[in-house]
């Protein structure tokens, strides 16, 4: 929102000027309206609220986060909140109601009507992150026989109630989904025709089962706006709109980047989360990467006496295990991107392997002529020296690397979030193997 008009509504707020707010809230797009109701003190608040539309206060309370949802319910007279649970989209109601402590919920469950119980009972009752939880079953659906022009004329009786109407739903008398039809087609078709005539039975749709991140990836593949929703029979029960999907897309990617940091994912913003929350999730991790880390003093402590009469070896061990760590990282990066968006599926890890050997052995190679060349100049001129530094930076590239790419399969397999896979814990992993490499090279060429 511009800065001068946060000032203006500002002025609205500490004059109590209610209508010119009012006035003003109008043609604010609803998304911008949370932000002057937190200007506002908490009895102000409601005051703001009450003054929106039924519409416009059911949007701006679906834009509102949990917890000031949470707050502003507590404000509202029960009334108010039957209205506003009415008025809220299936979908956005479900949403609410799984996020706010139980007792609420049970309060707000209490105040709607039988026919919307009936609905939030039936979008709570599938699990948690399904496509059941964010469907809604406001859509517009038609019959085959029906003409355009009669499809038309449903579409402007029904369409007001829908949450989209860019697709139209054609359904048998069991109702069975049989096709989808853009808007676009229908308007631009002979009013005569008949829906059949405009069908090809070919459409996409998903399980109210499925796992929500499926809606993501289809709404990407076949670039569509919404996603019909079927039963085990095949009936349309409702649809999944883009709008839901982009907050899934970005809850999954910050979920998704926070695993690779080794950190637990929060379930919650982090403005919303506290010191002990912050700590909780970071914790075991870090305790986790530490009993890992005992791997590399392991290693370093078998060869303790041997580094101690050749100390020029020490100098390397940052930038050998680093190499190796960055080169692992980098793998895991593009293999876990991969795996998340269909790019490679499990059962092609074979041909995965044979690629990033391929790609290792290049980088190892370009390293490894680099790490020669620092070992002989770090060597006093030495070719031991030089072929230690440089056969070891080659071996444990191409390691780190299998590694970072190796490990995503098969946590992925075992059904644990490849995500993990990547950043500190493939760092940890190739620390380990590197210094192994690094001093058993040593060993071989020196002769400790």
């Known amino acids: 929102m511009p800065e001068f008009i946060t000032q203006e509504l500002k002025q609205h707020i500490e004059k109590r000027k209610w209508s010119d707010l009012k006035e003003r809230l109008v043609n604010l797009p609803a998304p911008e309206i949370p ?8 009895h102000d608040r409601v005051l703001i609220f009450r003054s929106l539309s039924r ?37 956005d109601r479900t949403a609410l109601l799984e996020e706010l402590p139980a007792p609420v919920t049970r309060r707000l469950l209490g105040l709607l009507s039988s026919s919307d119980l009936q609905e939030a009972r039936q979008l709570l009752g599938y699990p948690e992150e399904s496509v059941g939880r964010l469907m809604t079953p406001d859509y517009v659906e038609v019959y085959p026989d029906w003409t355009v022009g009669k499809a038309l004329e449903h579409i402007r009786f029904k369409g007001k109630d829908s949450e989209t109407i860019n697709m139209v739903y054609v359904i048998d008398k069991a109702g069975k989904l049989l096709d989808d039809i853009r ?36 709404m990407q593949r076949y670039d569509l706006a919404a996603l019909p929703v079927v039963d085990s029979d095949g009936e349309l029960i409702g649809i999944v709109t883009f709008d839901d999907v982009m907050d899934v897309a970005e809850e999954e990617a910050t979920e998704d980047i926070h695993k690779s940091a080794s950190v637990a994912p929060l379930k919650m913003s982090y403005h919303r989360a506290g010191v002990f929350n912050l700590y909780n999730k ?31 070896l020490l100098f390397f061990i940052p930038i050998l295990i680093g190499s190796g760590g960055n080169a692992g990282s ?41 790490g020669g060349i620092l070992g002989f100049l770090r060597g006093d001129f030495h070719w ?16 780190g ?18 995500a993990v896979a990547s950043g500190p814990l493939i760092t940890t992993i190739a620390d380990a193997t590197g210094l192994f490499i690094y001093f058993s090279i040593a060993s071989a060429i020196i002769g400790w």
Do not use: C, Y
Request: no cysteine; glycine share 4%.
């Open 35 to 42: 932000e002057v109701l937190f200007m506002a003190e908490k």
């Open 401 to 418: 690397n299998l590694v970072g790419m190796i490990l995503p399969f098969i946590l992925a397999k075992v059904n644990i979030d490849p």
């Open 282 to 312: 970071r914790a075991r991790w870090l305790v986790i990467l530490v009993l890992l880390n005992l791997a590399s003093a392991a290693v370093i402590g078998i060869f303790e006496e041997k580094l101690a009469g050749t100390i020029a």
């Open 330 to 370: 980098q793998a895991s990066t593009l293999v876990i991107r991969a795996l998340v968006t269909g790019d490679i599926k499990l059962d092609q890890w074979f041909q995965t392997i044979g690629k990033e050997l391929l790609v290792g052995l290049l980088l190892g190679l370009t390293l490894g002529m680099l």
């Open 55 to 91: 519409h416009k206060s059911a949007e701006v309370f679906a834009n509102l986060e949990p917890e000031q949802q949470d707050a502003l319910l507590h404000d509202l007279t029960d009334v108010e909140t039957r209205q506003l649970l009415s008025t809220l989209p299936p979908d």
């Open 384 to 399: 031991q020296l030089s072929v230690v530094v440089g056969t070891s930076m080659l071996s444990i590239v191409v390691v």
């Open 183 to 218: 808007l676009r087609r229908i308007i631009l078709s002979d009013p005569d025709k008949t829906l059949e005539e405009l069908m090809d039975r070919t459409f996409a749709s998903l399980s109210a089962f499925d796992d929500r991140e499926e809606a993501v990836t289809m």
